[in-house]
């Protein structure tokens, strides 16, 4: 039977991370789209040479991989760039999961992605139920903060620029609470088991 595919989404600080980290203890396989991602940027061909045409050789240069701050100052204020480097990066992401999910399909009958942009960057249909992690804003913005050694104000413009959460929430099949307060394992478990009972007609969908 088909593994069911569920998208781990949140904005900046919700938490998702860690309710990745319990489902994998939970024996549930999923695909981190953020690190894939650096992974495929300094090792995929296509996105070497679609990256290079559109930033300047100079991104790769000396051999010493990705330039990581040339292609931050490059997209930095240029929602066009941010758009292009996606359109770029984004559709060799998704082919990687899918190969990664046909793998693990074969031992795991539940596996998620979890990806910050999991419904902009358009893979609503690679997965069969959206889970989002919800947490305040003031939650969002202190855990950041603290975990990024940002500053409030770079963190509060990181989370205007995602999509808000109140339409995350409307896209998202189950919501999960992480908010310091709220017991975080019920809730995972209780997810799990929906997705088992509701196997079938999700497979279907």
């Known amino acids: 039977m088909k593994a069911i595919r569920i998208g781990i989404t949140g904005g900046i600080g919700s938490g998702k991370s860690v309710v990745s980290r319990l489902l994998q203890t939970m024996n549930i396989p999923v695909y981190s789209s953020d690190e894939e991602a650096k992974r495929l940027m300094q090792a995929d061909a296509e996105i070497r040479a679609g990256l290079k045409a559109l930033v300047g050789e100079e991104l790769y240069g000396s051999g010493l991989g990705l330039n990581k701050a040339l292609l931050a100052s490059f997209m930095f204020g240029h929602a066009e760039r941010v758009a292009q480097v996606n359109a770029i990066v984004h559709p060799r992401v998704r082919d990687d999961f899918r190969r990664w999910a046909e793998r693990q399909a074969l031992f795991a009958p539940l596996l998620g992605i979890e990806s910050a942009i999991l419904l902009e960057a358009g893979f609503r249909d ?20 603290r975990r990024d050694a940002a500053s409030r ?15 995350k929430r409307k896209q998202a099949d189950y919501v999960i609470v992480n908010d310091g307060e709220t017991p975080l394992i019920p809730q995972v478990l209780a997810l799990i088991a929906s997705l088992s009972k509701n196997i079938a007609y999700l497979c279907g969908r």
């Not at 139920?129 to 969002?140: F, G, I, K, L, S």
């Not at 104000?153 to 339409?167: A, F, G, L, P, Y």
């Open 153 to 167: 104000e770079s963190i509060v413009k990181r989370i205007h620029s995602q999509m808000d959460d109140e339409e």
């Open 126 to 145: 690679e997965v069969d139920a959206v889970v989002m992690v919800y947490a305040p804003e003031d939650v969002r913005i202190e855990r950041a903060t």
